[in-house]
């Protein structure tokens, strides 16, 4: 099991960056995938970035691409997750997730707690 613990969320103006980070212990981190997750009020859980175990593959939401960028840093064991160019509509609870393989694609298994992102327009 892996435990995540997320930072970095809060209120920014639309326009605006935000960088959140999750921490991971437990399993070895640089041998699984990481994904971002995020869920507004009375909407589904949203698959937002996944990157694979050394950063060399990356998959994004179509909404967020070429405004987030999912990276990692296997050494601290944190996986990051920049947010440019904030919209309203990406305000939502965004949550950090790992895998128990290596590769993007594959089913998530321990979580974090969430961090809130509220973007004002």
């Known amino acids: 099991q892996v435990q995540l613990v997320e930072s970095g969320g809060g209120l920014v103006q639309a326009g605006g960056s935000l960088r959140l980070s999750c921490a991971a212990s437990?399993?070895?981190?640089?041998?699984?995938?990481m994904a971002w997750f995020r869920q507004a009020p009375g909407k589904e859980r949203e698959l937002v970035a996944e990157?694979?175990?050394?950063?060399?593959?990356?998959t994004y939401v179509e909404s967020v691409k070429g405004r987030f960028i999912i990276s990692r840093d296997n050494a601290k064991n944190i996986v990051y997750l920049q947010m440019n160019s904030l919209k309203p509509e990406d305000t939502a609870a965004y949550f950090c997730?790992?895998?128990?393989?290596?590769?993007?694609?594959?089913?998530?298994?321990?979580w974090g707690q969430g961090t809130q992102v509220t973007v004002s327009s």
């Open positions: 997730a790992a895998s128990q393989n290596s590769w993007v694609g594959s089913r998530y298994v321990d």
């Open positions: 990157i694979n175990w050394n950063g060399g593959s990356t």
């Open positions: 437990g399993r070895t981190f640089s041998g699984y995938a």
